[in-house]
């Protein structure tokens, strides 16, 4: 996820820029970039790859009176991470730095290329500042120009702005994406996409909202909405830098189940279309030739792929199967030209579906990541990416990358059904509007996780848990097993809701812990005998389900039932924050469960 970072005053602008980019690295990035507008002069410098590239370029450079300057680490989602890509955007007479996306920066982009723009990037963020420098030259207003052209843009955005037009200044709109601004006794003003990047300077700060706008000079913080001057809301800023990075939760897990809405949107920004879905990434021989899609993973990435088999051939019609890279690697697998390889990770290093996505590019297999991390060695290797945009995943245990990676592929499977035509105008309009509504349905409430806290103390013994769920829930059960098992250190499975009577029904007594994932869209009578079975042998039930079910020892209700992936995504997150309480309870590290490593780069 990208970082925005300014600041107005006399001291160092570089080194602050520079200090305050590095507070925000946890975030992940590819490349980072400042400009610096000191005595009407702009300065401008970028790099790809860590912040020390950019500090080894500006090492010579130094500001030596009052000044402003931006910077902004980028996590790229439009373009490839290259210089030119990087942030701070150029016109002819300012920068730009932005997080988020630009929904109509294509049309915008036309329109100021029919006009004689030249754009030297592939940004969506270039747009911005052409605009701003076309409203400048009709308007002959810097404010107003950047007014209008806050107006003009849709999508999100946290955008800095710093102009030779105005060069005391520093613009700032706000929507959708993070944005603090924040001032120190002496006056200085900073900026940050996140507290961590203020933390130790500001004092004070304002925690922007959706539609803000405004300046910052010398004479303070100029705030608007709705074109009406807004009163400053100041903040004491306390806190230390590792709890701002946990944005105040207790561990990156919880924080990274509660952005999941967050990034959620970012996954699907750009993407979903009125009335279609949109991968720039894919060109249009992407499916030519394709009668078969087969998914390669490991852990958490393969319990995505495979609910996602269901979606590809239900939706797009296409016969999909599913493999365990360490499996597929040795049995010898027999591939088709016809298959399009497809292999999930969201560390893009794992050393078993790399070696999975070697082989299939040996048998001549046309290959596509589904990956969270940009230029990673499966990236790199693919014939084709498509970004999961969830940001840096601290938390050993997956969540959010396994939220953004099912949103892909559902987005994914919509496309292909599109391609071959074997989804009605009708039906495509109802999954983008259920798509639309996913960032909702995840939002953690504060009496859920309440909730949720209170029944973890009746499941820290037993002798095991089954989770138990069927079509696409089951998948869901296999990867509510998997966070368990991973952070409680309690033996838990996945299974088929129907398959617990060939065998596993057996464990069944009051110590055996079901948790039943029990939809109302999907097979909900199936499901509910399956369950009925379990509770005639004494298996605590902890039912989750939109609908009561009586014979349930405990019952989480959920909310979004409009649709199948609705009651997905949010039964998702109950598990998540299921397996979270249990391991506080239980004393275990959250965010670095014992034996475990974030990436696994060995086989
Ligand atoms: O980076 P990858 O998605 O390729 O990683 C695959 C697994 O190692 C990973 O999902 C692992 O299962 C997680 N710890 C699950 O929470």
Redesign the pocket.
């Known amino acids: 996820m990208c970082g925005i970072v300014g600041y107005i005053g006399k001291d160092a602008i570089k080194d602050i820029l520079v200090d305050g980019l590095r507070e925000l690295e946890y975030r992940g990035y590819d490349s980072a970039g400042i400009a610096i507008l000191e005595e009407d002069e702009i300065q401008s410098f970028k790099a790809i790859g860590k912040l020390k590239n950019l500090e080894e370029k500006t090492k010579d450079f130094s500001t030596h009176h009052f000044g402003l300057g931006i910077g902004h680490t980028r996590w790229a989602t439009h373009g490839k991470p290259t210089e030119l890509n990087a942030h701070p955007h150029l016109g002819e007479f300012s920068y730009v730095v932005h997080n988020g996306i630009i929904e109509n920066y294509q049309e915008l982009k036309k329109e100021l290329q029919a006009s004689g723009v030249h754009f030297l990037s592939q940004t969506d963020t270039e747009v911005i500042v052409h605009l701003f420098e076309k409203n400048y030259k009709e308007i002959n207003d810097p404010m107003a120009a950047f007014e209008k052209t806050v107006e003009t843009l849709e999508g999100a955005y946290a955008i800095l702005l710093i102009t030779k037009a105005d060069p005391q200044k520093i613009y700032f709109a706000k929507n959708g994406s993070p944005m603090i601004v924040g001032n120190d006794a002496k006056g200085d003003i900073y900026f940050g996409s996140s507290d961590a990047a203020l933390i130790g300077k500001a004092t004070e700060v304002i925690y922007l909202a959706d539609g803000d706008y405004g300046y910052t000079s010398a004479d303070g913080i100029f705030l608007y909405h709705d074109k009406e001057k807004k009163g400053l809301n100041k903040k004491p800023l306390i806190g230390d830098k590792v709890s701002a990075q946990k944005n105040g939760h207790r561990f990156f897990m919880e924080k990274e189940i509660y952005e999941q809405s967050e990034v959620l949107g970012d996954t699907i920004m750009g993407r979903v279309l009125d009335d279609q879905i949109k991968f720039d990434e894919l060109d249009a021989n992407f499916f030519d030739g394709i009668s078969e899609i087969k998914i390669c ?5 393969y319990n995505s792929g495979l609910a996602c088999s269901y979606l590809f051939e239900r939706q797009a019609k296409i016969k999909s199967s599913v493999e365990i890279a360490s499996e597929f690697r040795y049995k010898e697998p027999l591939m088709s030209k016809d298959t399009l390889f497809v292999v ?4 893009g ?2 050393a078993d ?1 790399l070696e999975a996505l070697k082989m299939a590019k040996k048998a001549g297999l046309k290959t596509l990541a589904i990956c969270n991390v940009d230029n990673s060695s499966i990236v790199r290797l693919s014939d084709y990416t498509l970004l999961t945009r969830a940001g840096i995943e601290k938390g ?3 969540t959010k ?1 396994f939220a953004t990676q099912v949103m892909v592929m559902w987005m994914l499977s919509l496309y292909i059904a599109q391609h071959k035509k074997t989804i009605s105008e009708k039906a495509l309009q109802d999954e983008i509007d259920a798509i639309r509504h996913i960032p909702t349905t995840v939002m953690v409430e504060d009496a859920l996780h309440e909730k949720i806290k209170r029944l973890s103390k009746r499941y820290l013994h037993g002798h095991g848990f089954f989770f138990i769920g069927r079509d696409l829930f089951f998948p869901l059960a296999l990867e509510g097993a ?2 368990l098992k ?1 952070i409680s250190y309690l033996h838990a499975e996945g299974y088929p809701a129907g398959e617990m009577k060939h065998g596993p029904i057996a464990l069944a007594d009051s110590e055996l812990f079901t948790i039943a994932l029990m939809p109302k869209n999907v097979h909900y009578d199936k499901i509910k005998s399956n369950v009925e079975e379990l509770s005639a042998r004494d298996s605590t039930i902890l039912a989750i389900s939109p609908l009561a079910f009586d014979l349930a020892d405990d019952f989480i209700k959920t909310q979004h039932d409009n649709h199948p992936m609705s009651e997905f995504f949010e039964m998702m997150v109950i598990t998540q924050i299921l397996a979270l309480e249990i391991s506080v309870r239980l004393g275990n590290d959250v965010d670095m469960p014992r034996n ?1 490593a974030k ?2 780069t060995v086989e």
């Open positions: 993973a490991c852990g958490t990435s999930i990770s969201q560390s290093e794992t579906t050993v245990a997956s990358a998997l966070k991973e475990l990436s696994v």
